[in-house]
């Protein structure tokens, strides 16, 4: 396993997963500082669900999995705060923390799936990736927007990441989902969810043709929103 030394790590009230974006509001000084000194580096930190401790104003305690995130866009605000896109990289486990304050610091392991024993299972992830491109086009549906082209890996590491980042689920399920160890894993406990979402859009899908059917037009977001 490659070894990362001295990485800092900001523990989140929140899971990023490995090929996800996410943005992040850099607002307190600690925070400001290691933005700065990651950009003129290598743009690299970590992200971690955090375990105890505070996400704003003291020292937060991550748990042991999180992801490596790259740092691809940072907006400058008037006030000193900075609003962060990154997108997620591989995982890390913690070795070591360095120091708790004024930021995390440790010495992480990259973590790789471990091979496995369940074979390739083609038919199960052509599965996956189908109701996955459903829900897709549902969201889209639902947001009057269907045109947009969509894209599904074909990987099954990637599909599984890409499928556990459009679901709703609560943090602690969405942490046991990042430390587990195979795709094979991960597509087993996401298919579940994976499908209560498509009935869920399904039902939004409907409502809004009928309304398109009635012509009533310029519906409000909110009751198409997932909730």
Request: charged share 25%; glycine share 8%.
């Amino acid at each position: 396993m490659a070894i990362l030394e001295d990485l800092p790590i900001i523990p989140l009230n929140s899971v990023l997963f490995p090929g996800a974006p996410a943005t992040l509001y850099i607002h307190e000084e600690r925070y400001r500082k290691m933005l700065q000194d990651i950009v003129q580096s290598d743009g690299y930190f970590g992200v971690a669900l955090l375990r105890a401790g505070k996400e704003v104003g003291g020292p937060g305690i991550p748990h042991d999995v999180g992801t490596i995130a790259r740092v691809s866009e940072v907006v400058n605000l008037p006030d000193g705060s900075s609003m962060v896109l990154a997108v997620g990289g591989p995982r890390f486990r913690i070795r070591a923390i360095l120091s708790a304050m004024p930021i995390v610091r440790a010495d992480v392991e990259l973590v790789e799936d471990a091979r496995s024993h369940d074979g390739d299972d083609s038919v199960g992830a052509a599965l996956a990736r189908s109701e996955l491109l459903e829900l897709m086009e549902l969201v889209l549906r639902t947001m009057g927007s269907d045109d947009a082209p969509l894209e599904v890996p074909k990987d099954h590491a990637e599909l599984s990441w890409a499928i556990a980042a459009n679901l709703q689920m609560r943090l602690g399920r969405q942490q046991e989902i990042l430390e587990m160890d195979t795709p094979e894993k991960r597509l087993t406990a996401v298919l579940p969810v994976l499908r209560k979402e498509i009935r869920h859009y399904r039902v939004m899908a409907a409502a809004r043709r009928k309304l398109e059917e009635l012509g009533i037009t310029g519906v409000e977001e909110a009751p198409f929103s997932r909730s």
